[in-house]
């Protein structure tokens, strides 16, 4: 009904065309995405739709068992309060409303059984400036009027909460600790400019987009200006001559020629991504062993999802 | 050498400088990467000097592929590539309406426009690297003679098709898309298709070259003659 200024379908990310110039895309936040789909019972990589900031309405032609994760955005079926990161039913001919921000900026619908769009190049994901993904494959956001499809849900299993435990939802209102695995190009940087990094508060500038966010701070020097251009990874953190660092998120450039102080985990980047402009928060450097095992016990929740889903006989 | 690329994916660098002569050692790279890693490789990106690998963390800690990268590495043999690169010429009408630098570029190398576009026209480039937009090749290298910095202010929208040129490096573009290079001039190839196997027309180490070709036959190839006009 209204289509307010972003909503994107979003699968787990367009893999595989990377060498191509072509992006990854997929969800900002991929924890709160997971979520979603885990809370309604979709198998991991299922489509649900990201909402950036709010001003979406939508209206269900029939009834849906729906979950909203991720930021709080004021959401409302009929004007009641619709509670976070839990399954919900959405009745036929009611009005779903994210209105704006409380905290946090991106928030996840999923629904049983997922979103149904065609796949581009492997992806369901949206990704405008490539003009690809989304509900007609062509990168188009959701505009007033577009009718979303929804694939048949499965039987539910009756294994799955709809509830999540209290202790995974983020909170959003709290200044982020993000965890930084130091690579690249690190040992070109001054070392007052790694003491810096690691110490300073930095503030989410409002150049902040699905490509990148930038930050603002002290100055970080590196001995580099510029190199010739490589491959960049999600949550790659590059220095411009200017000296203010941006965290590449999911739909940055596949390759790029500024000096990077390294990378920011995936769970990091997720966390990033939920931040409003002028928002504090801290670069904290992190070993890759304690990184990779907070990684695995984040996606271990969601291993044994699909399976317990199409009701296969344990081997 | 190896730099990490976070939790999952390395960087490997095997060059310093560009230089055509490091294509077929990426081009090995990245096929014994793709034969060793199997099921647990998500991406690799190529690009002038290095290779970004990146694997399935839950399939691979980054000390297993950095040892399976290393072993790779030691006996890593440029024969391996068993292609040396697709061979691709695009038509291209060279014309001041559709390629408002030529005279930029011709002044900056003291030339007459008819020269610059024999030059330009002349050179088989290869792919360094794609990027920047899905299916953008930046190719290289040009003419040194023509050699041209970047536009001060950059165009907001850069036309389907555009033939351009910054520094010693010339690419087409697949898609509108802002763009601060020099245009000399507009292909009617497709560059880029998402319904078409492959979906690039051009990879890493294919070689190019640009044909000069009449407005008219520019246009039964289906190619945009819509002047850029004074909108920049």
Request: proline fraction near 7%.
């Given at each position: ?17 990377r060498h191509?110039?072509?992006?990854q ?154 965890h930084l695995l130091p690579g690249a190009q690190i040992a ?39 190199l010739?251009s490589e491959g960049i990874n999600l949550g790659g953190v590059q ?8 965290v590449l998120l999911?739909?940055r450039q596949t390759i790029g020629g500024y000096p990077r102080l390294g990378s920011l985990t995936p769970?990091s980047a ?16 992190r070993?890759s062993?304690?990184a990779v095992?907070?990684h ?20 | 050498m190896l730099e990490s690329a976070g939790l999952d994916g390395w960087i490997v660098r095997l ?18 990467c793709?034969?060793?890693f199997?099921?647990?490789l998500i991406d690799l990106v190529p690009s002038?000097t290095t290779l970004l690998v990146v694997f399935d963390p839950?399939?691979l800690s980054p000390s297993?592929s950095r040892?399976m990268i ?163």
């Amino acid at each position: 009904m209204r289509a307010g200024p972003l909503a994107l379908l979003q699968d787990s990310g367009r893999f595989g065309a990377r060498h191509l110039g072509v992006t990854q895309g997929g969800p900002a936040d991929l924890y709160s995405w997971a979520w979603a789909n885990h809370l309604t019972g979709n198998p991991w990589g299922t489509a649900n739709l990201e909402v950036t900031f709010g001003g979406l309405q939508l209206v269900a032609v029939k009834d849906l068992d729906i979950a909203i994760t991720g930021a709080d955005l004021a959401v409302t079926i009929e004007h009641n309060p619709v509670p976070l990161w839990q399954r919900i039913t959405w009745k036929e001919g009611e009005i779903l409303r994210f209105s704006a921000p409380v905290s946090g900026l991106r928030a996840y619908l999923a629904v049983c059984g997922g979103f149904a769009a065609e796949p581009v190049l492997g992806s369901v994901a949206c990704v405008t400036r490539e003009q690809l993904g989304g509900f007609r494959g062509d990168g188009m956001k959701l505009a007033p009027g577009d009718e979303l499809s929804v694939f048949c849900p499965e039987p539910a299993s009756g294994q799955i909460s709809g509830q999540a435990p209290e202790e995974i939802v983020p909170d959003f209102s709290q200044p982020a600790f993000l965890h930084l695995l130091p690579g690249a190009q690190i040992a070109s940087f001054s070392g007052r400019s790694l003491f810096d990094a690691f110490n300073a508060w930095w503030q989410v500038d409002d150049r902040a987009d699905r490509m990148g966010v930038r930050l603002t701070g002290p100055r970080l020097r590196s001995s580099i200006s510029t190199l010739v251009s490589e491959g960049i990874n999600l949550g790659g953190v590059q220095v411009p001559p200017d000296g203010q660092p941006i965290v590449l998120l999911n739909d940055r450039q596949t390759i790029g020629g500024y000096p990077r102080l390294g990378s920011l985990t995936p769970l990091s980047a997720s966390r990033l991504a939920q931040c409003l402009p002028r928002e504090r928060v801290r670069l904290v450097a992190r070993g890759s062993a304690a990184a990779v095992k907070e990684h695995r016990a984040f996606r271990a929740v969601f291993q044994f999802m699909p399976r317990l889903m199409r009701g296969r006989a344990p081997s | 050498m190896l730099e990490s690329a976070g939790l999952d994916g390395w960087i490997v660098r095997l060059f310093e400088d560009i230089n055509e002569r490091n294509l077929p050692w990426l081009s090995a790279l990245s096929q014994r990467c793709e034969q060793i890693f199997g099921d647990a490789l998500i991406d690799l990106v190529p690009s002038y000097t290095t290779l970004l690998v990146v694997f399935d963390p839950l399939a691979l800690s980054p000390s297993q592929s950095r040892a399976m990268i290393c072993q790779i590495l030691a006996d890593l043999q440029p024969e391996d590539a068993v292609q040396d690169g697709q061979s691709h010429e695009l038509p291209t009408w060279y014309d001041i309406s559709v390629g408002p630098e030529l005279p930029r570029v011709a002044e900056h190398a003291g030339l007459a426009v008819s020269e610059v576009i024999e030059a330009h026209s002349q050179r088989t480039y290869r792919v360094f690297a794609l990027g920047f937009a899905p299916g953008f090749a930046f190719m290289g290298l040009v003419d040194p003679h023509l050699e041209c910095p970047r536009l001060e202010t950059p165009r907001q929208r850069v036309p389907v098709g555009s033939v351009a040129l910054a520094g010693r490096q010339t690419a087409a573009y697949p898609t509108e898309t802002p763009g601060g290079w020099n245009l000399l001039g507009r292909t009617s190839a497709r560059l880029f298709d998402r319904k078409r196997e492959g979906f690039s027309l051009l990879r890493v180490g294919d070689r190019v070259r640009f044909v000069s070709v009449s407005r008219e036959t520019f246009e039964r190839e289906g190619g945009n003659t819509q002047p850029m006009g004074s909108v920049t």
